[in-house]
């Protein structure tokens, strides 16, 4: 029987935006979500997969749990059990 142990990390991100009083976010379909933000979150995404990946002994994978990728991002990763990182002290 094998024997697996998981560990859980969050990383969250909340942006905000203020506008002025006339402002109406909703007749510009809240373009700064899709465009800033959109930014944002691509930049973000490579830079913590490029880390993550250049790590020895680890598999690292993008999961989904029926949420937009807009809203969460979810990484797996593994130790390899083969792996010099996985016998380091």
């Not at 991100?13 to 402002?23: G, I, K």
């Amino acid at each position: 029987m094998v024997h697996r142990e998981e560990v859980t990390w969050t990383i969250r991100v909340e942006a905000t935006a203020e506008f002025v009083e006339s402002y109406d976010g909703e007749l510009d379909g809240y373009a700064w979500r899709d465009k800033q933000f959109r930014e944002l979150q691509n930049r973000a995404t490579t830079a913590v997969l490029r880390a993550l990946a250049g790590l020895d002994g680890w598999r690292v994978r993008t999961g989904n749990r029926g949420l937009p990728a807009t809203d969460e991002l979810l990484i797996h990763i593994e130790l390899d059990p083969d792996s010099e990182a996985f016998h380091k002290p």
